[in-house]
């Protein structure tokens, strides 16, 4: 069975109507990313599906109970690390780590939660005396601290830098090998691209898309972009023929094709013919970026 079931939630405030008539799932141990501009209706769906906020219409099944009654049964069972959770600033890092695993009757040891999360050098360090991202850090070992079988994670490296934020990714990707089922939402779409199994995109309370990040990527209908190094003495024109005209500045040659196999094979042919080097060819199919962007500007025309 399915950890999350959702079928045609809606939610309105008033006028609004901000979750309007959704359906998905997310499988056991399944990294799901709720991906969608601001106001598309993520944080009322992630609210829902956390028991914190009730719905107007649908279903919602979620590790196998309703979130609106489940009570104190079902929050023990999941883990919900916000953006911008409010801490007791006097405590230690190792105290509010341990307060919040008491909470749980199924909880992980402290100090392994804050090795976990790569706050081992902080233990002893009051919460006030953090930085941000280590703020953030602790926002995750405080999630994890009931051992969740699904955690809630929203934008979970927001204000963190380059490594921290591969650290993230990294302890992310091992919660998957424990078998927890994670909920994404966040803005980076390459954390997405990274991390996740499937993503859903939303835009005024809909779903508009709903896959694999390589299913959304060759579902689009955007180039792949061959680029290279116009070798010396070949003008601009010798080109060789191919689906889409290439363009040239600065030196290199821009081909946004949507033949890219049969593209890239006549120009590496035609450069093996003629003895020239292609230095610094690249084959670059669409992002998951560049897809998102295409299909919120699509929807939002
Ligand atoms: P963001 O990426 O900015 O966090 P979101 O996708 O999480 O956005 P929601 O916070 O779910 O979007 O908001 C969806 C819509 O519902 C928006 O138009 C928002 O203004 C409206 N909304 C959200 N909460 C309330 C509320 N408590 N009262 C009235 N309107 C609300």
């Known amino acids: 069975m399915a950890t999350i079931e959702v079928r045609d939630l809606t939610r309105a405030y008033g006028p609004v109507r901000a979750v309007d008539g959704i359906s998905f799932s997310v499988g056991d141990g399944e990294i799901f990313a709720l991906l969608g501009p601001n106001g598309a209706g993520k944080t009322t769906t992630v609210e829902i599906l956390e028991g914190y906020r009730t719905r107007d219409a649908g279903d919602v099944s979620v590790l196998g109970m309703d979130p609106a009654t489940g009570g104190s049964a079902y929050r023990a069972r999941i883990g919900v690390v916000l953006q911008s959770a409010g801490f007791e600033e006097e405590f230690t890092v190792h105290e509010l ?173 035609w450069a093996r013919d003629r003895g020239l080097g292609l230095p610094d060819l690249t084959v670059a199919p669409p992002s998951l970026e560049e897809v998102y962007l295409a299909l919120t500007e699509e929807t939002a025309r």
């Open 97 to 269: 780590v341990r307060l919040q695993t008491r909470l749980y009757p199924r909880c992980h040891d402290p100090a392994e939660l804050i090795t976990l999360v790569g706050l081992d050098g902080k233990s002893g360090a009051r919460v006030k005396h953090l930085s941000g991202g280590q703020r953030r850090r602790l926002d995750l070992a405080l999630g994890l601290a009931g051992a969740p079988e699904l955690l809630f994670l929203d934008e979970p490296t927001t204000g963190f830098d380059p490594a921290a934020r591969h650290h993230a990714w990294e302890l992310i990707a091992g919660l998957r090998k424990l078998g927890t089922t994670i909920l994404l939402t966040t803005h980076y779409l390459e954390e997405a691209q990274r991390l996740a199994d499937r993503v859903a995109v939303m835009r005024d309370g809909r779903l508009i898309a709903l896959g694999t990040p390589e299913e959304l990527r060759a579902g689009s209908d955007l180039p792949t972009v061959i680029g290279f190094d116009l070798p010396a003495g070949v003008p601009a024109d010798g080109l060789p023929t191919l689906s889409a005209r290439p363009s040239v500045a600065l030196g290199r040659v821009r081909v946004e094709s949507h033949d890219p196999l049969a593209d890239t094979w006549r120009i590496t042919g």
